[in-house]
């Protein structure tokens, strides 16, 4: 089965998970309570996806402050995998070892293999640089929203980043999902893209509070 959109052929599984209607019922095998992990953040609420990831996330972790990545089981995602990214630290590069098959149909691009710091406009890398290994340090998530000013107005992709230990000497790691989104946190249909570049502009950023407490929000200036 597959689905002719934008002149590209879509495997019609992967044409289903980018259905809002499908996102929307997306759970992992294995989830703390939905009604036990914050959804609403300050004046963001996370959409179901992203909700339901940090209810996996929270879940996996235990009674540690970050799950370990030998906690993170992929098959364990189940239908949230399609929207999901996994990341780790290679140098100065965030690298995305993991990029979801939904995300790749919706920007028309696989990110497998790609530094996520790439795409940021580089008078502000280092700042978010900087900003994503401090998640790690203070023990907290975060949530992004760009918008894409070419696309009908209050359409937004929600990225988040949640911190994973990996042991004494090993490259840390993030992970988090990517969905578009109104701004009241509805899911709407995944776009499909060109496969260019697109010129995205910051919305919000905020800190995610996982359990420790929250940063100082001087954090999040210059980005």
Request: charged share 20%.
């Amino acid at each position: 089965m597959s689905t002719d959109d934008s002149q590209r052929l879509i495997s019609g599984w992967v044409y289903e998970a980018m259905q809002p209607e499908v996102a929307n019922a997306a759970a992992a095998a294995v989830s703390a309570p939905l009604d036990q992990v914050p959804r609403q953040h300050g004046p963001v609420k996370l959409t179901h996806v992203a909700h339901a990831f940090l209810a996996y996330w929270w879940h996996v972790r235990g009674d540690k402050i970050m799950p370990d990545a030998t906690d993170i089981v992929i098959p364990q995602l189940r239908t949230l995998a399609p929207y999901v990214r996994y990341m780790h630290w290679d140098g100065d590069k965030l690298i995305h070892r993991l990029w979801g098959s939904a995300l790749t149909e919706g920007i028309g691009l696989d990110l497998t293999g790609h530094d996520a710091l790439a795409y940021i406009p580089e008078e502000r890398r280092d700042a978010n640089r900087n900003l994503f290994r401090s998640l790690h340090t203070h023990q907290c998530g975060l949530v992004v929203l760009v918008r894409n000013d070419s696309r009908s107005e209050g359409l937004m992709a929600e990225l988040t980043f949640l911190p994973v230990a990996t042991g004494p000497g090993k490259p840390q790691r993030l992970i988090g999902t990517m969905q578009w989104r109104r701004a009241e946190g509805a899911s709407v249909v995944l776009p499909i893209e060109s496969g260019k570049p697109q010129e995205l502009n910051l919305e919000a950023i905020l800190f995610l509070d996982l359990g420790a407490g929250l940063p100082d929000q001087d954090l999040l200036a210059g980005l």
